[in-house]
Antibody, heavy 117, light 110 residues
Framework: EMQLVESGGGSVQPGRSLRLTCAAS????????MHWVRQAPGKGLEWVSV????????GYAESVKGRFTISRDNAKKSVYLEMKNVRPEDTALYYC??????????WGQGTLVTVSS | QSALTQPASVSGSRGQSITISCTGT?????????VSWYQHHPGNAPKLLIY???KRPSGVSNRFSAFKSGNTASLTISGLQAEDEADYYC??????????FGAGTKVTVL
């Protein structure tokens, strides 16, 4: 059974750092690009970042560029989101998602990040 | 990259059909086949409903259909049911590993 399990969320002060992890199982992880998508309280889904299967292609939303870094370890079947200099507007439920045919065909349950002093 | 434009809310009675629009630009929706739609019940993970603009994954009800023309994509839900009450999002590939979601549409079943 395909599974994506996010972890690493929590409460963090503005300006600090946090690292999210998404552990995958049940599919050939190193064949697929992986994404992070977030949903702030009361808001819609916002695409955050993508990393290709071999880490050659990486993209970020403008709202996080320069502060967030996506990476992956295919041996550990995991994708990461390093969040630096976090802001209150980064408060959200962060989802990890597997890319299929130009879509996000499987999602985890999310990990909650709260940025507050 | 601005969010794709969707109506904030759409409602319909049980058994009726409703259509949700998703308007982008010639740089995103109008320039790719990679337009997808998601159903999101709060508290659950989003679910893929439509990929490549019009295709339905295995296991998704045929009451969900989609269409794309120019810069606008549309999702139609036929035979509206209570369980269809959820938030719906479109998503488009833009360029060079950049993607964008629509603002989301809340569907209410009357």
């Amino acid at each position: 059974e395909m599974q994506l399990v996010e972890s690493g969320g929590g409460s963090v002060q503005p300006g600090r750092s946090l690292r999210l992890t998404c552990a995958a199982s049940g599919f050939m992880f190193d064949d697929y690009a992986m994404h992070w998508v977030r949903q702030a309280p009361g808001k819609g889904l916002e695409w955050v970042s993508v990393i290709s299967w071999n880490s050659d292609a990486i993209g970020y939303a403008e709202s996080v560029k320069g502060r967030f870094t996506i990476s992956r370890d295919n041996a550990k079947k995991s994708v990461y989101l390093e969040m630096k200099n976090v802001r209150p507007e980064d408060t959200a439920l962060y989802y990890c998602a597997k890319e299929g045919m130009g879509d996000l065909d499987y999602w985890g349950q999310g990990t909650l990040v709260t940025v507050s002093s | 990259q601005s969010a794709l434009t969707q109506p904030a809310s759409v409602s319909g009675s049980r058994g009726q059909s409703i259509t949700i629009s998703c308007t982008g630009t010639s740089s995103d929706v109008g320039n790719t086949n990679f337009v997808s739609w998601y159903q999101h019940h709060p508290g659950n993970a989003p679910k893929l409903l439509i990929y490549e603009g019009i295709k339905r994954p295995s296991g998704v009800s045929n009451r969900f259909s989609a269409f794309k023309s120019g810069n606008t994509a549309s999702l139609t839900i036929s035979g509206l049911q209570a369980e269809d009450e959820a938030d719906y999002y479109c998503c488009s590939y833009v360029r060079s590993s950049i993607w964008v979601f629509g603002a989301g549409t809340k569907v209410t079943v009357l």
